[in-house]
C-alpha cells in the first residue's frame, strides 16, 4: 500500500504510515476474488500460504531523504512544532493525543474562571440582602418603663408594635449600605454597638438617644436588668373606667392603676404593656353592658415570670350626659336639688331696701325648640320689703335662672334679675326673663 501524502510504499497493511502518520484509506486490490479488500486478501493469502507476513521493505530513498529534511529543518528550529501549526500531513498520533490533553486543561480552566465570576457577581449583586439580614429581624427598646418592639424585614418593611405586641405600625425604611444608617421617614437609626452589643441607635434634636437591641433579654439588661421571683397581676378587676360624652354618643376610658417604683420591675414593664379591648367602643348609652378584655406581651410576662389574670369582666354604662327635652323627664331627685338651690339663691339676694320675707313660689323649665340641648331652668320667687322711699310694704316678684341642665351639672348657683315695681305676679316676672316671647316653650316643674 502507498502512502498519498509522503509517497511511502506500505506491504504490511498497517492503517497508519509509520512515516507522516497519516491514515492510509484501505484499498482494493486484483485478487482473484474482485471486491476483496487488502485486509481481506491479506488474510486468505495467510490461510492459504501458511505463511507469516513478510517484513516490511525498506524505505526508498526518496522516503528516506524526505524524513531527513524534516529532522534536519526541526533541529534548525531548536524546538518541535506547535501542534497548531502542524500541516495535517506533518501531525503524528502522539501529537494529536498532546492537542486533545491540551484542549482539555483549557476547557478545565475556562471553566474554572466562569466559576470566579459567577460567585464575584452573586456576592457583589447580594450585597445589598446580606446588608439587609444584619438590621432584619426583632429589635426591642424601652421607653418610660414600657417595652416597645420593632420588627425589619429583609425589604426593610418596619412594624413598630407597641405594648401588647398584636397592634402595630407598618412604615417603610431605607437602609444607606455605605453609613450603615436606616431612614425611618425621616427618623434616622445608626447601626453601631452599646455595651459590646448590636443595636439601632435614634439620637433626637435635644441630644437624647433611644437605643433598639436585637433581644429582649439584652435590651432589658441595658435598661436596668430585671429582677427574680414569680409575681401576679390582677387586670381587669383592678382596671379604672371613666365614660364621657352624650348619652347615645357616649366612649369610655380604660386604664390600669399607675404602679408606683415600690412595685417590681417585673410587674412595672408587664403593667405597661397592657391594652383593654371593649366590644362596643361608640355609641354607648347610659344602661349599656359590653364585655372588657385586655391584651398584654405575653413573651415579656413569661420572661420575667409574671402570671396575670385576664379573664373577661361585663361593665355597665353610667354617667353619659343626659339632656331634658321636657319637665317630666327630670329626675325627681334632680328637682329637690334644683329647688333647695334656688331657695337658696333667693335667700342670699339683697337690695338696699329691708327684706321682710322670701319665698319660692314656681319654678319653670325652657327648651329651645331648635336646639333641645339649650335648657333652661327659672325660679320665681316673691319678695316683700319695705320701701323706704314711699314709705311702705312692698311686694314684688323676682326671676332667678340657671342654664344648661343636664344629669351631669356640678352647678347649680342661680343668678337673679332684679326688676322694677309692677312685676306681681309670677307671670309677669317669667315673661320678663325672655326677649322674644319664648315663654310659651316654658313647663311648669312640680317642686310640691
Known sequence: MKCKYCGYEDHSFAKVCPICGEAVEEQTVGVRNAGIKISEAKKVDMKTAGTKAAEPPQLSRETTEIKESREAKDKEAGEEKPIENISPKDKTPLQEDEKE??????????????????????????????KSASIAGDWYSIHNDTVYHMKISSSYAVSVYERDDINFETMQGMWNQESNVLDIEGQIYSLSEVNGEKALVNTDWDGSSEYWFNSLETCLKNNGGFESGSYLLTLLNKCEISFFGDNGEGKCDIWHPTLTEDNSKNLIYVANSLVYHDDRTENLSNGDKFTLSVTYNKKLAEMLNVEVEDEPREITVEGLTEYYISASDIP????????KNAIKSINAFNDWNEISSRQLVKMYFYVNPENTKETRVVAIAKISYFDDFFGEARTQYLAFYLENLTSNTEDFTFRSRMFSSGLNSAEEALDAIFYNGEEEYCQEININ
Open 332 to 339: 325627681k331627685k334632680l328637682v329637690k336639688k334644683l329647688k
Open 101 to 130: 490533553k491540551t484542549s482539555l486543561a483549557s476547557k478545565v480552566l475556562v471553566g474554572i474562571v466562569m466559576a470566579l465570576i459567577c460567585i464575584g457577581g452573586i456576592w457583589f449583586f447580594a450585597g445589598d440582602l446580606f
